[in-house]
T-cell receptor
Framework: GIQVEQSPPDLILQEGANSTLRCNFS?????LQWFHQNPWGQLINLFY???GTKQNGRLSATTVATERYSLLYISSSQTTDSGVYFC?????????????FGQGTELSVKP | NAGVTQTPKFRVLKTGQSMTLLCAQD?????MYWYRQDPGMGLRLIHY???????AKGEVPDGYNVSRLKKQNFLLGLESAAPSQTSVYFC?????????FGPGTRLTVT
C-alpha cells in the first residue's frame, strides 16, 4: 500500500522562528490534507491540497504531485502552534477514500 | 453549524462491557468514517459508510460494529470491550475527498 513519511519527527523552535515540514508519499494521490493535532487532542484541518499552493495567514502549503511530496511552512511561529502536524493522503476510492496518515511531526514552540 | 460532534468525550469501561459511540454531522455529508489513534500507529480506519443504510469494513474492524440509520449519524459499537480497544476514536465525514474530523472520544478499557 501507499507509504507516507514525514520529516522531521520532532522540531523545537523559538517563538518567531520559521519552519518547513515535509511529507513524502510513495504513489499518486487524489487527496492530501495537513492537520494540526493540538495538545488537547483535537485534529484541526489546515489544508486540503492534492496539488498546488495555498496560504492561510502564517501557514502555507505546497504539494508537488508529480514528485510526490508536500511541504507545510509555518512562519513567525507562536506557542499556540505547538502540537503534532499530520500529513494524510487519499489514494483511491477503495475503502471510501480512506486517509492514510503519516507518523507526524511533533512541534514545540518555546516562548 | 457544529460540524462533526462526538459523544461521549471520555469513557472508562471494564473488560466485557459494551458501549456505543455516537457521531453526528450537520454538513449533509454522504461519507462517514471511524478511525482509531494509537501511540506510534497513527490513525487507522475501523469502518466507514458511503451513505445512509450502508456500512463497510476498514483496516481494523474486528471487535466493532457500526450502523448508519440516519444520514447525519454514524454509531460505533463495542459489544464486549477488551483492553486492546483502549484508544482515541475519531469520527470524520466528507462530501468529496476532503475529510472533516470530530473532537475525538478517549476510551480506556480496564
Amino acid at each position: 500500500g501507499i507509504q507516507v513519511e514525514q520529516s522531521p519527527p520532532d522540531l523545537i523552535l523559538q517563538e518567531g522562528a520559521n519552519s518547513t515540514l515535509r511529507c513524502n508519499f510513495s504513489d499518486s494521490v487524489n487527496n492530501l490534507q495537513w492537520f494540526h493535532q493540538n495538545p488537547w487532542g483535537q485534529l484541526i484541518n489546515l489544508f486540503y491540497i492534492p496539488s498546488g499552493t495555498k496560504q492561510n495567514g502564517r501557514l502555507s502549503a505546497t504539494t508537488v504531485a508529480t514528485e510526490r511530496y508536500s511541504l507545510l511552512y509555518i512562519s513567525s511561529s507562536q506557542t499556540t502552534d505547538s502540537g503534532v502536524y499530520f500529513c494524510a493522503v487519499g489514494h483511491s476510492y477503495n475503502q471510501g477514500g480512506k486517509l492514510i496518515f503519516g507518523q507526524g511531526t511533533e512541534l514545540s514552540v518555546k516562548p | 453549524n457544529a460540524g462533526v460532534t462526538q459523544t461521549p468525550k471520555f469513557r472508562v469501561l471494564k473488560t466485557g462491557q459494551s458501549m456505543t459511540l455516537l457521531c453526528a454531522q450537520d454538513m449533509n455529508h454522504e461519507y462517514m468514517y471511524w478511525y482509531r489513534q494509537d501511540p506510534g500507529m497513527g490513525l487507522r480506519l475501523i469502518h466507514y459508510s458511503v451513505g445512509e443504510g450502508t456500512t463497510a469494513k476498514g483496516e481494523v474492524p474486528d471487535g466493532y460494529n457500526v450502523s448508519r440509520l440516519k444520514k447525519q449519524n454514524f454509531l460505533l459499537g463495542l459489544e464486549s470491550a477488551a483492553p486492546s480497544q483502549t484508544s482515541v476514536y475519531f469520527c470524520a465525514s466528507s462530501y468529496g475527498w476532503e475529510q472533516y474530523f470530530g473532537p475525538g472520544t478517549r476510551l480506556t478499557v480496564t
